[in-house]
């Protein structure tokens, strides 16, 4: 049997006593790629941030490589990919400085980087097609070269478990079709994906199994669904622009 | 001959460029977590610490580090829960600071000359043991600063990353609050309370006007630190002018300066013709690791 990579069962889930996942249970083997899929607002990222243990459940347990996310202690194992930087900096940093970071869970805080450090941060980066813009300020970047950044971070720690928030939303196709490279890659060395899309564009052959979140339940849970609606067609160029306005999803069941 | 045979001239000159090396070290870190002003938060803690010393006749520093530690613990607690009415016990954490402090030195038997050494520094007062303490907190300041750059710059960067790192997200940002309110205190001795957080964060703002990167910054801030530092205890000498304000008014000056020739120097970039830059070769993201 393949062993479980990530398993969360009965995770309940709210903000201030309101409930976004109800009752969602979720299991994750080696070598999947696992979309989670949904309208906005269904609780996607809350459903990840909860597998990281970045917010606390009220009901339910998860596990990350057979261990209790909050005893976890091997996040050199796992990368993450967050939906977006928060507040941002104040101080300009580079492309190459932001990917360094994801070094820490290997190295621990007090040992300075080596050379090994500076070469999984230039792999990292030649996986996400940014190499040369290493020692450009990461705020004079597109959207989607920025959102690239944040992947090469979670490369670079060399994870065996990478985990997603819409990588691709709002990403330009040229991001968007790097992005998918570097996945490929990564599977194809037996990494585990757990990725949450608004939409899976050119990212759909390799996804393994979707799961649909709606309503606070697992709606679905299985083969990739198909595309419905004006989206699917095959020429359909989908670019959003930055913002927290989004169209109606491809997913959306409203 | 020179100003600084004066030995009180000399410790003077030998504090401030202390200070003016471990403050902006420490600031850009607060200035990339956009809370640039809370060492003047912090500051007004202090006086607390300061008018309890002078009423209690101990040593009013130690107690100004005692008051400003714990200021900087609840208002990184505060933080934390990121709740909106964090804003509101800010503003009661700091002016019950500075109301309190001016209390106290009231109720003490010390004179306002006391307490305005404290509202805009007495740096020509340092005497030898505050050097002594200047030094020893100043090099703790730096060298924390310095040697976990990386995982400071992680956590001020995106905290909720920086923990999936493994990083001991809260013992990271409780030494940050720690070394602030230490700063802020050996700060207040060469700057004064009201002037600490331009030594935190000019530097820091004036580096950034030409820096591409986080550590560039950080070594250019510490450099104009240093720059402001020094030439403000000189002109202090020459000038006869108060020393804490004159480092003040010379790292404002830098920024100004800089930020000009920076304008300019844009200017003169744009002006001269640019190459068409290169498409994005798709082969080459393809490439995958
Ligand atoms: N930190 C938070 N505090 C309170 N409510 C939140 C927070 N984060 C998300 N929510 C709410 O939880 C619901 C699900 O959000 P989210 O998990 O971000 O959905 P999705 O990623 O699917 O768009 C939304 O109604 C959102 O407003
Ligand atoms: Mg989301």
């Keep these: 049997m393949t062993p479980e990579v990530i398993s969360l069962t009965h995770g309940v889930v709210g903000y201030d006593g309101r409930p976004v996942l109800r009752d969602v249970s979720l299991t994750v083997t080696a070598g999947e790629v696992v979309a989670i899929l949904g309208a906005n607002g269904s609780g996607k990222s809350t459903l990840v941030r909860a597998v990281l243990g970045l917010v606390p459940l009220s009901a339910g347990a998860v596990t990350l490589f057979g261990q209790q996310v909050r005893r976890f202690r091997q996040w050199q194992r796992v990368g993450y990919v967050p939906q977006r930087l928060g507040a941002g900096s104040g101080v300009p940093a580079t492309v190459a400085e932001v990917v360094a970071s994801g070094r820490l869970a290997r190295r621990g805080i007090l040992r300075p980087p080596g050379r090994a450090d500076r070469e999984a941060v230039a792999s990292a980066l030649r996986a996400v097609g940014l190499a040369d813009r290493a020692k450009d300020p990461v705020a004079t970047l597109s959207g989607g070269q920025q959102q690239r950044t944040l992947i090469a971070r979670a490369l670079a720690g060399r994870p065996e478990l990478l985990i997603l928030d819409e990588p691709t939303a709002g990403v330009d196709t040229a991001s968007q079709e790097a992005f998918a490279g570097a996945l490929r890659g990564f599977a194809a060395d037996g990494g585990t994906v757990l990725l949450v899309a608004h939409e899976l564009g050119p990212l759909r052959p390799l996804i393994s199994r979707a799961v649909v979140v709606h309503h606070g339940v697992v709606a679905h849970d299985g083969a990739v669904p198909d595309p419905a609606g004006h989206h699917a067609a095959p020429d359909h160029d989908h670019v959003h622009p930055h913002g927290p306005e989004e169209p109606a999803g491809l997913w959306s069941t409203t | ?289």
């Design chain 2, 1 to 289: 001959m020179s100003l600084f045979q004066y030995e009180f001239m000399l410790r003077a000159l030998i504090g401030a460029l202390i200070i003016g090396l471990a403050a902006p070290a420490l600031g850009i870190y607060l200035v990339q977590r956009r809370l640039a002003l809370i060492g003047d938060g912090i500051g007004h803690v202090a006086l607390t610490g300061v008018g309890a010393g002078l009423l209690f006749q101990t040593s009013p520093v130690i107690m100004a580090v005692i008051a400003a530690t714990i200021g900087a613990i609840a208002i990184e607690l505060i933080r934390e829960r990121g709740r909106t009415s964090g804003d509101l016990a800010l503003a009661l954490l700091f002016y019950g600071g500075i109301a309190g402090g001016v209390v106290l030195v009231g109720l003490s038997d010390s004179t306002s000359a006391n307490l305005n050494a404290y509202l805009f520094g007495a740096l020509t007062t340092t005497s030898r043991s505050d050097l002594v303490t200047i030094a020893v907190l100043g090099a703790a300041v730096l060298i924390a600063m310095i040697a976990l750059r990386p995982a400071l710059f992680a956590v001020c960067h995106d905290e909720e990353y920086a923990r999936v790192s493994g990083l001991p997200v809260r013992g990271l940002n409780l030494l940050l609050a720690i070394t602030t309110a230490v700063t802020v205190t050996i700060a207040m001795r060469a700057v004064g309370v009201l002037l600490i957080s331009a030594l935190m964060v000019v530097p820091v703002a004036t580096a950034q006007q030409v820096t591409r990167g986080f550590r560039a910054t950080m070594a250019a801030a510490m450099v104009l630190g240093l720059f402001a530092a020094g030439a403000g205890v000189w002109l202090a000498a020459v000038a006869d002018t108060a020393p804490g304000a004159s480092v003040v008014v010379l790292a404002i000056a830098s920024f100004i300066v800089v930020t000009l020739l920076a304008a300019g120097w844009r200017r003169i970039r744009r002006a001269r013709p640019e190459p068409e830059p290169a498409p994005e070769p798709h082969e080459v993201l393809l490439g995958g690791s």
